[in-house]
């Protein structure tokens, strides 16, 4: 057992220092993942789902310009009472500063963006309103193809023209996993 | 569309490739962004706050002067009956007073036109609505903090005075009726947009 928490350890280890040999951080990196991502809307006991995925381009080594778009696929609200969503949408662009530490990435971004939203148990009409995201996030490069990440974005958006009155839709999203990543420039 | 598609990707690619190279004075940037908006209040009204998304871009005709070309998309309430929409597209000339052309932090003057369409929704009955054409002018302050040579992001508080008809939602016994009135009036909105700019080149 020992031996193997050893091996573990020694995999880890060598796969850090291969990952220290070169820096993959760079103007002209191009990345870009899907993933599933879980979200709690913040004006309603909802939880969601959504699938995302997101395009990044480093025009600086700490400045890069990203697209992120997330496609609804479930919710489920804890009070009966909750209103949960029938579809969604929401598509961002804007920009990212990030902060290095050789290979790992943190980061903060701000991106205007449209979503497309639904509540269906009381509107069949999809409101198509302006929001904005604004995500903190982190990334490790372990090869120069592949990164992990894990991103946090609040997502501002109210859907106007419900009989009643407007909901609002803000939401936190998580999302994490592999990513992929390409130096487009030496 | 796949030859336009990939002419785009090539052109993107070819300009993201370049550094930035300024021929003479700033005159000829050419610059393409987007931007988030909050429309505090509607007609003088504090409350039913707007939110709203758009692009723009900027052309700087010389050192000191720039001009902004934008579209927004804009949604908000009235009350909690009906909703407005308004579209926004018009123009801004951008004056630069401070002498250095390269801070970090670069403070302006606008002033510009702008032309809209409105359109109020009943809540309760999609086909009860009005719409509304009209001019607008604007006016403002802002600053470009400058992340990059290429990127900055914007901050601007202008006021919209719209050149038209007034128009607006009331509820009399229940029922959502919307009224057109005639005559100038110097209401409007006042608007604060948060973007961010990408510099494509400098055309001349």
């Known amino acids: 057992m020992v031996r193997r928490i050893g091996t573990v350890v020694a995999l880890l280890l060598a796969l850090n220092a291969a990952a220290q040999e070169e820096i993959y951080i760079r103007p002209g990196l191009l990345k870009a993942s899907a993933t599933i991502a879980p979200g709690k809307m913040l004006n309603r006991t909802v939880n ?18 990203r697209g992120d778009t997330y496609w ?15 579809n969604a949408s929401r598509t961002y662009f804007g920009v990212f500063y990030h ?4 290979n790992w990435d943190n980061y903060l971004g701000f991106q205007p963006g449209l979503s ?15 929001s904005f995201a604004l995500t903190a996030g982190t990334s490790f490069y372990v090869w120069k193809y592949f990164h992990f990440f894990a991103n946090l974005s609040y997502v501002n958006s109210i859907a106007h023209g419900i009989n009643g009155g407007s909901m609002r ?18 | 569309m796949k030859l336009l598609i990939a002419a785009m990707l090539l052109l993107g690619s070819f300009t993201f490739a370049q550094p ?17 908006t909050l429309s505090t209040f509607n007609h003088g009204e504090f409350g039913n706050t707007g ?10 005709f010389a050192d000191h002067v720039n001009s902004d070309w934008f579209f927004d998309y804009i949604t908000g309430d009235i009350e909690d009956f009906a909703h407005r929409t308004d579209y926004h597209i018009g123009w801004s000339v951008i004056y ?42 604007q006016g403002g302050l802002g600053a470009h903090f400058n992340l990059s040579q290429r990127l900055d992001l914007s901050v601007v508080s202008q006021y919209m005075i719209h050149l038209g008809s007034d128009v607006h939602a009331d509820l009399h016994n229940g029922a959502v009726e919307f009224h057109q009135e005639k005559g100038a009036s110097l209401e409007g909105h006042l608007l604060f947009h948060v973007g961010i700019n990408y510099n494509i080149g400098d055309l001349w």
């Open chain 1, 99 to 102: 902060k290095n530490v050789k």
């Open chain 2, 20 to 36: 930035l190279n300024q021929k003479n004075s700033q005159g000829g940037m050419f610059s393409l962004g987007v931007r988030t």
């Open chain 1, 169 to 186: 839709a803000d939401e936190l999203i998580f999302s994490a996993g592999l990513g992929f990543n390409l130096n487009t420039k030496k």
């Open chain 2, 51 to 60: 939110m709203g998304v758009g692009g723009q871009f900027r052309l700087q």
């Open chain 1, 116 to 130: 497309f939203l639904r509540f269906g148990a009381i509107s069949n009409k999809t409101s198509v309103c302006p």
């Open chain 1, 72 to 86: 609804y696929i479930d919710g489920t609200a804890e009070k009966a009472t909750d209103v949960t969503l029938r």
């Open chain 1, 48 to 65: 969601t789902i959504y699938l995302s995925g997101f395009l990044e381009y480093h025009i600086e080594k700490n400045l890069s310009l």
């Open chain 2, 96 to 137: 630069y007073p401070t002498k250095n052309l390269t801070p970090k932090v670069r403070p302006y003057v606008l002033g510009g036109h702008c032309f809209d369409y409105t359109r109020l929704v009943d809540n309760s009955n999609a086909t009860n609505f009005m719409e509304r054409w009209s001019s607008a002018v």
